[in-house]
């Protein structure tokens, strides 16, 4: 994991990893974490949080948000937004809002994926770069937990879903959830399975 190391060899000097959660899913928000860690930072398990199972998930939350000297930030778009502005434009605002909203200035950021439009500072796109850069890893963590959490506390407003089983994807009880009650507030109404069935019940 040495891009970090070759940005700061390059003259940046506080490096942000960045990385999304959510972009997939029929409902609720998509989530990006911008995240800073200690120079000298290793860990035997940070990981890709596809790539950890739930306990590894939460554990590893829980040491990095405790820790004074990692850095983090957290945005959402919620599904208003992205059914205004698609869900590209959507993952895009909300790692630019977690870039500036850390509590100290990023000169550079390492960013999981795809270059990002019009990003407010200078950056490096990885490809599966949460496998690549501990930066990423740690953000790719704090999002996938924060959000899951998020997509429990819509399952206890709309228990018909499973939204704490399948945090929104579009698993078959979900779809077939879909064709029963038809959409929810929590649903993306820019995403075709949901359109197909918010026209049905006239949603």
Request: net charge neutral; charged share 25%; glycine share 6%.
């Amino acid at each position: 994991m040495n891009h970090e190391r070759e940005l700061r060899a390059s003259g940046y000097t506080v490096i942000a990893g960045v990385d999304e959660v959510g972009r997939g899913p029929l409902a609720g928000p998509v989530c990006a974490v911008a995240a800073i860690l200690p120079d000298d930072f290793d860990h035997a398990l940070l990981n890709d949080s596809k790539k950890l199972n739930g306990r590894q998930r939460e554990s590893i939350y829980e040491e990095l948000t405790l820790n004074d000297s990692v850095l983090w930030s957290c945005a959402m778009v919620e599904v208003e937004e992205i059914d205004r502005i698609n869900i590209l434009q959507a993952t895009w605002v909300a790692m630019r809002r977690a870039v500036m909203g850390l509590p100290k200035f990023a000169d550079a950021a390492l960013i999981d994926g795809r270059p990002v439009r019009d990003f407010p500072i200078h950056h490096r796109a990885l490809v599966k770069g949460d496998s690549l850069s501990f930066s990423i890893a740690a953000a790719s963590v704090i999002a996938k937990v924060t959000r899951d959490r998020l997509m429990c506390e819509l399952a206890a407003r709309h228990p018909e879903y499973g939204f704490d089983d399948h945090k929104g994807y579009g698993t078959p009880r979900h779809l077939e959830a879909l064709r029963r009650h038809g959409p929810c507030p929590a649903h993306r109404r820019s995403f075709a399975p949901v359109a197909e069935q918010a026209v049905l019940f006239g949603a």
